[in-house]
């Protein structure tokens, strides 16, 4: 579990602004993240890949042959404006691998947008991590993953077995003046 939490937080990193009501993040390879207001995705971060299945990962090569080398300069960067319940999902492929953005955002309407308690974030980082492999060991589900080795020519279909891991952090109130 703890390579996997590494995995996520080394491959997407992010900060926010409560001035500019903003967070900033840093994304390299095929782990990401979504912004999801109410019902809608409004960004979802692109996955890095040299060639299919093959993603951009952060490694040390001492110059051996044949191995690709990226750098946390090769990553993707952003910034999102942010509101009070906004709900961003950090993951590694295996979740995004294996769900589409709609199963995604269903398991998320469990958590008070507005209200949120560690416990319903984390009952639904749990639920999006567990879905996701079931999904993954189902051979007869069209998966996002199967859906794009199809669009390679790739005669695949079912959920792709990988490292499942999922942080959810909600956007509270915190850029307003308290009263003094």
């Given at each position: 579990?703890?390579?996997?939490?590494?995995?996520?937080?080394?491959s997407?990193q992010?900060?926010?602004?409560?001035?500019?009501?903003?967070?900033?993040?840093?994304?390299?390879?095929?782990?990401?993240?979504?912004?999801v207001?109410?019902?809608?995705?409004?960004y979802q971060?692109?996955?890095?890949?040299?060639y299919f299945?093959?993603?951009?990962?952060?490694?040390?090569?001492?110059?051996?042959?044949?191995v690709?080398?990226d750098?946390?300069?090769?990553?993707d960067?952003?910034t999102?404006?942010?509101?009070?319940?906004?709900?961003i999902?950090?993951?590694?492929?295996g979740?995004?691998?294996?769900?589409?953005?709609?199963?995604?955002?269903?398991?998320?309407?469990i958590?008070d947008?507005?209200a949120?308690?560690?416990?319903t974030?984390?009952?639904a980082?749990?639920?999006?991590?567990?879905?996701?492999?079931?999904?993954?060991?189902?051979?007869?589900?069209?998966s996002p993953?199967?859906?794009?080795?199809?669009?390679?020519g790739?005669?695949?279909?079912?959920g792709k077995?990988?490292d499942i891991?999922?942080?959810?952090?909600?956007?509270?109130?915190?850029?307003?003046?308290?009263?003094?």
């Amino acid at each position: 579990l703890s390579k996997n939490v590494a995995k996520a937080v080394v491959s997407t990193q992010s900060t926010g602004d409560k001035e500019k009501k903003e967070v900033s993040a840093a994304n390299l390879g095929d782990s990401g993240f979504m912004v999801v207001r109410g019902d809608v995705v409004v960004y979802q971060s692109q996955e890095q890949q040299h060639y299919f299945n093959t993603p951009y990962q952060l490694s040390i090569s001492n110059d051996r042959l044949g191995v690709i080398q990226d750098r946390p300069s090769d990553a993707d960067t952003t910034t999102i404006s942010i509101q009070k319940g906004d709900l961003i999902v950090m993951a590694t492929d295996g979740l995004f691998d294996n769900m589409f953005q709609q199963q995604i955002v269903e398991r998320l309407k469990i958590i008070d947008r507005y209200a949120p308690t560690y416990e319903t974030l984390k009952q639904a980082a749990d639920k999006l991590a567990a879905d996701a492999r079931n999904l993954a060991m189902d051979e007869d589900y069209m998966s996002p993953f199967a859906m794009k080795a199809q669009h390679y020519g790739l005669n695949f279909r079912g959920g792709k077995l990988d490292d499942i891991t999922v942080l959810l952090a909600s956007v509270v109130n915190c850029w307003e003046e308290e009263d003094t």
